[in-house]
């Protein structure tokens, strides 16, 4: 089967920087993708890694490392509207979002 | 209106009613899917819609029942559901393979009692 580790919970100040890891078992996967979701909220798309290394896309980055089956989710000069649940997923089928979630990572962003 | 829209936004029912949720795409992707969230629980995928035919079913009981008439609707019926069912729906839609990103509508907040 399939699954994905993160952490429940990461607290953290305005303005600094928090790494979201994502720790998976697959037995093989096209990309790895992360979701925001608010409380309340659509889960909305932040990035998606197909090949190894780092995307950056503004203020958030996600890191892939197939041999260590590892990524994350760096969020740099964080805001207090950062405060929300942060979901890795796994991409199993190369399209079709089929989409395999962790359990999500909920991120306190605090003055 | 535009992204994936849900409707209704809540709903209570009993275990012996039928209901419907619905939503409704306009984005013009070929590929809609219903996924259900739980308190503490990863997303969990149920069914995947592409180009109308039903592409995975995964292992949802019968009490759930997709339906996909064009590539800008998808309905989930509901009947004799169980308390454990109490969760968000989450609708989404892509535009199909080899495409990265879900888009997905803020769901029906399902509480059965």
């Known amino acids: 089967g399939q699954s994905l580790e993160q952490p429940s919970e990461v607290t953290a100040v305005e303005g600094a920087i928090v790494q979201i890891n994502c720790t998976y078992q697959?037995?093989?996967?096209?990309?790895l993708s992360w979701y925001q979701q608010h409380d309340g909220g659509a889960p909305t798309f932040l990035s998606y890694?197909?090949?190894?290394g780092l995307e950056e896309t503004g203020r958030f980055s996600s890191f892939l490392s197939r041999s260590d089956s590892y990524g994350y989710l760096l969020l740099q000069e964080l805001q207090m509207k950062d405060s929300a649940s942060y979901f890795c997923?796994?991409?199993?089928?190369?399209?079709?979002?089929?989409?395999?979630f962790g359990a999500g990572t909920r991120l306190a962003v605090h003055p | 209106e535009t992204g994936v829209t849900q409707t209704p936004r809540h709903l209570v029912m009993g275990m012996t009613n039928k209901k419907s949720l619905k939503c409704e795409q306009h984005?013009?992707?070929?590929?809609m899917y219903w996924y259900k969230q739980s308190a503490k629980k990863p997303l969990e995928l149920m069914f995947v819609?592409?180009?109308?035919?039903?592409?995975e079913n995964n292992s949802v009981p019968s009490r759930f029942s997709p339906e996909c008439p064009n590539s800008s609707h998808l309905f989930l019926h509901l009947h004799t559901l169980q308390p454990e069912d109490s969760a968000l729906y989450l609708c989404?839609?892509?535009?199909?393979?080899?495409?990265?990103?879900?888009?997905f509508g803020q769901g029906t907040r399902l509480t059965v009692v």
């Open positions: 819609y592409s180009l109308e035919e039903r592409v």
């Open positions: 997923a796994l991409d199993p089928s190369g399209g079709y979002n089929k989409l395999i």
């Open positions: 697959t037995s093989g996967f096209y990309g």
């Open positions: 984005l013009g992707h070929n590929a």
């Open positions: 989404a839609s892509s535009q199909g393979q080899g495409n990265t990103e879900a888009f």
């Open positions: 890694n197909a090949l190894d």
